[in-house]
């Protein structure tokens, strides 16, 4: 290799490289083996992902360079210009034959009944490089398996001690919950303290598993890969969208693997988006139409419930009726959902059903800026927001940024558990939030910063003070050249504000808290899914309620005088609208349980039964063809204006526990929607808490309760029993629960009095 360039005319950055004979252009410092996948030349490989810190200890990507005496790993040989590196000469071959040949000297060989079978790396690698006979007669080694929690099987003995588990856990959930114990033969992977996995992405490490070491719990000894069907589709439990394949068998979902999306979730999927198909086989699921005679329920055909409901429609239209809606309902529902209102002559519409102070009349909008450029940030400021848990792969960007350099704030109610270091914390209660973006230090912080992006969570957004925190929150993003990125509250809260499901006249809070004598509710749990459950409960009970569900729930049943079955996401062709505002589209999957049918058609028949104008199509592409594109909403995407509400008054009361304390209300993990709460795996998963009330100790030394307790919690809303945890990171005078369980949905945002029970 000379000092002069093999090939001028390459920029100063690249180099040139031949591998088997092939000249590529590489850039300087990048791998072989990098190089060679660019240039689609495989090259075999365990313990190298692209995604993952270069470990090079499988040694199976073993390759000869010239003038190299012995073979060189192609996952950690920088490339040379002029190098010329040959995968598949003898030299090469036998090196990787003869490292195969160490792998599956301790392998068990349980191919036939492992659930890695017909999708296992090392299973399709040693049919090109193992041997017909192993030349080992010694025993092999036994590991014993450890069991990680409701969602990974281990069979450890199968592992090949690649670690791209332990360095997913480190480098990407942030966790370090796996590591390797011992020494040399010796060695084995596992977490040391025998405790299930407690990071949200734990289901990752499934899929960087070379081997059958860690597999599926859930979809365990189910279905054989080549009997699935893979169908796109998309993560429906926050507002990310990230991209995923389930995959079906005679029409049952039997699991979800992540599609590859740079833009959205690179090649992750979290938690909640890998096992919520669980929730789709619940026994409370609705199959069919019901009808109320009086306390009784009775099934329908299709005919006589539309007919009931349309009958209920006309008897109620106008201003009598309204109409709320799921922020995860699909485009195509959403407009036609819009369009049914409008024939109905109702104003009263809305999607934004957990928002506790509309008062500045706000919708979601897009991000500013692309989430993968997040992770380019050098200051990020999170307010009111347990990013982590509500969008686990957002937190992911954040971590990225991180640990590039940037330097993260928090100001936030509860001092919540983050993957990265805080460069500067604020924690104090809710109504202070407001006052605290206007703090010198976070003030110096963005003022220093290039590329500042300032993100507004469900605390935020979702609680009594939103409109105050909205304000400064816009106040210091503009101030700085920051990018506000307010998160959707719901998974496609943004694209249902394209479609206009948005209220010309009264909007959720206000068409509850005024009874109407009529409501239609499309695909919400009514126990769960609301802001103020004694506000709701005291409205649809004294009206006629038209329920589109999935779920024939308690909650359901108990307010509902018709219930019409409808698909979840999984089993209908759908679009939803992500945080960017992009639009992604989802294929039906699952097969539809029972009599249950898309929503767009029970909203379609209902239409054409009511003669309403836009119900007239037959077919999914021509009600499509009057949806609203992205570049049609450039106009008016940021809905209303938002108000200048003052945080001054906000700030001034009193936090003392004797005139009660202040509610921090935020999303539980596994409890966000009525699919995850039936996934029961994600039910026994660590990070669901149930429902309790964290004091800071001094309030609850005030108060008299210590841990483990029990408290009566007392509001305007309603009361509640719950168990107390103590903790330093709630804000002294505040009080956190997490939404999503029935003992806590009694309560609203607000001051509470909290009471030993």
Known sequence: MSAQPVNPSLPPDHVTVFIDGVELAAPKGSMIIQAADKAGIAIPR??????????????????????????????????????????????????????MEFLLINHPLDCPICDQGGECELQDLSLGYGRSVSRFSERKRVVADEDMGPLVETEMTRCIQCTRCVRFTGEIAGTYELGGMQRGEN??????????????????????????????????????????????????????????????????????????????????????????????????????????DGDDWREATWDEALAKVAQILRDNAADDLGVLVHPA?????????????EGLGTGNLDHRIAARDPSDGAVAEPFPMPVADIAKADVVVIVGSNLRHEVP????????AWRQGAKVHVVNPVDFEFTFDIAGKHIVPPSRIAAALAAGELNDALKEADRAVVIVGALAESGEHAAAIRA?????????????????????????????????????????????????LYGIEPGLDFADQAMVLKALKGAQVVAFSHYACASTRAVADVILPIGALPEIDATLTNLEGIAQRAFAAGRLPGEARSGWRVLRALGGQLQLLGFEFTELAELRAGMKSRDDEAGDRNGPAMGGSDGSRDSRRSHDAANGLELAVSPAIYRSDA?????????????????????????????????????????????????????????????????GYGATAALAAGRVQVVPA
């Open 472 to 520: 400064a929150a816009g106040d210091c993003a503009r101030s700085h050249g920051a990018a506000l990125c307010r998160i959707p509250q719901g998974a496609n809260a943004l694209g249902l504000v394209h479609q206009g499901v948005l209220p010309a006249s009264r909007d959720a809070q206000a068409m509850l808290a005024d009874p109407r004598s009529a409501y239609v």
């Open 46 to 99: 365990f313990c190298y992902h692209d995604k993952l810190a270069i470990a090079a200890n499988c040694r199976m990507c073993l390759v000869e360079v010239e003038k190299m005496g012995k073979p060189a790993p192609a996952c950690a040989t920088p490339v040379m210009d002029g190098m010329k590196v040959s995968t598949r000469s003898d030299k090469a071959l036998a090196s990787q034959r003869n490292v």
């Open 329 to 341: 309902t699909s485009n195509e529902e959403g407009l036609l959902l819009a369009r049914l209102a």
């Open 675 to 739: 699919v995850v709460r039936r996934a029961a795996a994600l039910q026994a998963h660590p990070l669901t808490l149930g429902p309790r009330i964290v004091l800071h100790p001094q309030d609850a030394n005030t108060i008299g309760v210590a841990e483990g307790a029990m408290a009566r919690i007392s509001n305007t809303a309603g009361t509640a029993t719950l168990q107390v945890s103590v903790s330093e990171n709630v804000a002294q005078g505040a009080a956190w629960i997490e939404s």
């Open 187 to 292: 060695l084995q992977i596992g977490t040391y303290d025998g405790k299930p996995l407690t990071t949200e992405l734990s289901g990752n490490v499934i899929d960087v598993c070379p081997v059958g070491a860690l597999t599926n719990k859930v979809f365990r000894f189910r279905a054989r890969p080549w009997e699935l069907i893979a169908k796109e589709s998309l993560g429906y439990h926050d507002p990310l969208g990230s991209n995923l394949f389930l995959h079906v068998r005679r029409g049952e979902v039997l699991r979800s693997v992540p599609r590859d999306n740079e833009a959205v979730n690179e090649c992750w999927l979290s938690d909640r988006d890998r096992y919520s198909h669980q929730g789709l086989a619940a026994e409370d699921r609705a199959l069919q139409p019901l009808l109320k």
């Open 393 to 400: 792969l957002l937190h992911h960007r954040v971590r990225q």
